[in-house]
């Protein structure tokens, strides 16, 4: 009998070696994260032999005559596929089923819920753009964390070269302002000048350059690598472009903060008076006209320059939902930025709340060039009390876990026992 559970128990020891030896450590919820994550963004984009619906046509306006564009840096594809699959290709991504989105001119747009991040639904949210002033967001989410809005800021000549009649707040030279007065000139004006001022505050000893480098590190950051800024007003600059996926991360950074909320829902504030340059104060009204018309309107910001065309990012709550909508490229016939962006938020609002056909990705999501990680940070390298082949805590004695040798050595000792009852027998 002794010889029968020795077998036994070798037996099972040998068998259970291999599930012992080679498994690791139980799934916890970071790595069923960073499975997600992968599924989500690492996706290459479809083919269009057979492309899905992804590849329809985006319901478009009889087309316009648009100005000539710089070409555009090549499309990686693992950008292409940020925020899933469905959103890689150049026609329209939306769910079966559902009702066509409104025609719109805009060359790519997207829709999305600016609370979960899910997209309902896009048209080319990865195709190349031309900002405009909409890129003032990206200057919002880089640099207003880190200034405190009752500092006064003087300014500097060189905080007033912007192109000759572009849009701007009409800030005085030598002038002291307040942040929160350049936040709101900026928002509510869309003024060149406020961008400059507030690009050189935020860039530290590297003045207005410090500022722009930051704008660019803080798209990375967002996982808006189709984005790269060139001025901080968005004025048009070589090598500047963005993707309405892009601004949407962006947006949706920019309205996660109260501040930033409660300036881009201002409609009206005042710029104060400068008595040393005999200037009075004047009053600037909020520009964005989907704050003024559209029932629920949370703000957003509008762009336009020749190169770029109109763009338009807005944000507006009905019924407890929250949506974010940017579109770029979009010329004014049949309507103008503001309504077209109006038009898909009402499309949108009309959607199942499940709707969905890709997500915005979270900070820090991606790695540096835009995929993934594909492992857990220190994957691979061996931890104390860790080895590759075991979990973490276990020890290797001669290649074998001690939990194998805590199954056979019981085993041995019955085993043994046995033999010295046989040998007293004898």
Request: hydrophobic letters at 40%; aromatic letters at 4%; glycine letters at 12%.
């Amino acid at each position: 009998m002794a010889r029968g559970l020795l077998a036994l128990g070798v037996a099972s020891a040998v068998l259970a070696l291999p599930s012992v030896m080679t498994a690791g450590p139980p799934a916890t919820a970071a790595t069923r994260q960073v499975t997600t994550a992968r599924q989500v963004t690492s996706a290459r984009p479809p083919s269009t032999a057979g492309a899905g619906r992804s590849q329809r046509p985006c319901p478009t306006p009889p087309a316009v005559a648009r100005p000539t564009r710089p070409a555009p840096p090549p499309l990686d594809p693992a950008h292409a596929a940020i925020g899933g699959p469905e959103l890689a290709g150049a026609g329209l991504a939306a769910p079966p089923g559902v009702p066509s989105p409104p025609p719109v001119s805009a060359t790519s747009w997207l829709v999305a819920d600016l609370t979960s991040g899910a997209v309902l639904a896009g048209c080319g949210p990865h195709e190349y753009a031309v900002p405009a002033s909409v890129q003032k967001l990206l200057l919002a989410a880089a640099v207003m964390p880190h200034l405190d809005p009752a500092e006064l800021v003087e300014v500097t000549q060189s905080d007033l070269d912007f192109e000759p009649g572009s849009s701007a707040v009409g800030l005085v030279l030598g002038g002291r302002y307040s942040v929160e007065t350049l936040w709101l000139g900026l928002l509510l004006n869309s003024g060149n000048d406020a961008a400059n001022v507030l690009a050189r505050l935020g860039g530290g000893p590297k003045g207005m350059a410090g500022g722009v480098a930051a704008m660019n590190a803080e798209a990375r950051e967002l996982g808006a690598y189709q984005t790269h800024a060139a001025t901080p007003s968005g004025l048009d600059g070589p090598g500047q472009y963005t993707s309405a996926y892009d601004m949407a991360l962006i947006a949706r950074a920019c309205f996660a903060r109260e501040d930033f909320r409660r300036y881009a829902a201002t409609p009206l504030a005042q710029v104060p008076a400068q008595k040393p340059y005999n200037t009075k104060g004047f009053p600037i009204w909020n520009d964005n006209q989907l704050l003024h018309r559209y029932p629920g309107a949370l703000g957003g910001k509008t762009g336009y320059t020749d190169l770029a065309r109109h763009s338009f990012v807005g944000a507006a709550e009905r019924n407890g939902r929250t949506l974010l909508v940017t579109l770029l490229g979009a010329e004014t016939p049949p309507l103008a930025g503001w309504q077209q962006g109006a038009a898909l938020l009402d499309w949108g609002f009309g959607l199942p709340a499940d709707t969905k056909v890709g997500q915005l990705v979270a900070r820090g999501q991606l790695g540096p060039r835009g995929q993934p990680p594909t492992q857990a940070a220190g994957a691979g390298q061996t931890r104390p009390g860790e080895h590759r082949h075991g979990r973490p805590g276990w020890l290797l004695i001669g290649g074998v876990p001690v939990v194998v040798l805590g199954v056979l050595v019981p085993i041995l000792i019955l085993a043994r026992r046995a033999r010295r009852r046989r040998a007293g027998a004898q």
